[in-house]
């Protein structure tokens, strides 16, 4: 019988908390899941034997290393399930985050699902999400563990594998946006994000966020334009968001006028104040 949904776990030398992973997919409460974990090319002998020990209505799919994007999309690819959810070897979801985001979608193919996130390890938040295009221009803040139609994902072309670096999902989700897609929010924190004792800050996309930043604006020079920002910007103007629309489109222009190197010391201030104020608040 072909699954509703499948969820798709990329592992690249993930061993440590993948059991728990798996473990949250098998546990939904919706009962016509599959689980695909891709093997992306790991070499360590510790993943191996984690990988041997997945129970068996876990499918392993093999494959040489094509990185993080690869594989999300060779996931996508081997899923036989209408909808798909990706989600990371070291993050965990709650038993009614299938359910409840399919009741969301009520059959729909032109809308996904998000949920809010509680944020745990380093730093610990429960992160209010919402949807709105024009902040995701400027900011990475949605979840990639999303609840999307494969026929969604492969309209807009799926993952670029070339973002070898990171921001892969900024850029994924940013075409949903383009495509007209809806994004449809699960005000519930049933997404559990792993922050690693590394830190955020450590990231390579964090630290080379300018230039990535600008790939993805060559990218997209529809919307990064000045014209086609303040379009944007008017048009999302009455939906919710996390930040001001002036303190959005002042980071634009900061990006736009400073060097990447010094863009990205501030973008890592503006990082590290939001984490010592989600600290402090609790939130």
Known sequence: MTPDVSIILPCYNAHEFLE???GSARAQTHASIEILVINDGSTAPETDVALAALPDDVRVIHQENRGLAGARNRGYEEARGRYVLPLDCDDWIEPGY??????LLDDREDAFVFPWID???QHEAVLEKHWNLFEQLVSNQMPYCMLIPRTLWRWVGGYDE???LGYEDWDF????????????CLAQPVFH??????????????????????????KHPEVYGL??????????????????SWKLLAFYGAHRLLPDALFGR?????LQRSHLRRAASGT
């Open 98 to 103: 299938v359910g409840a985001a399919l009741a």
């Open 162 to 164: 070339a973002m070898r």
């Open 20 to 22: 728990q992973a798996v």
């Open 266 to 270: 501030l973008f890592r201030a503006v």
């Open 227 to 244: 014209g086609g920002f303040l379009g944007q910007m008017r048009a999302w103007s009455d939906k919710p968001k996390a930040h001001a």
């Open 173 to 184: 989700n940013i075409r949903l946006g383009l495509a007209g897609a809806e994004g449809l």
């Open 193 to 218: 994000y792993r922050v690693a004792a590394s830190g955020m800050l450590q990231a390579v996309a964090h630290q080379r966020h300018g230039e990535l930043w600008r790939v993805i604006q060559k």
């Open 119 to 121: 944020a745990f390890g």
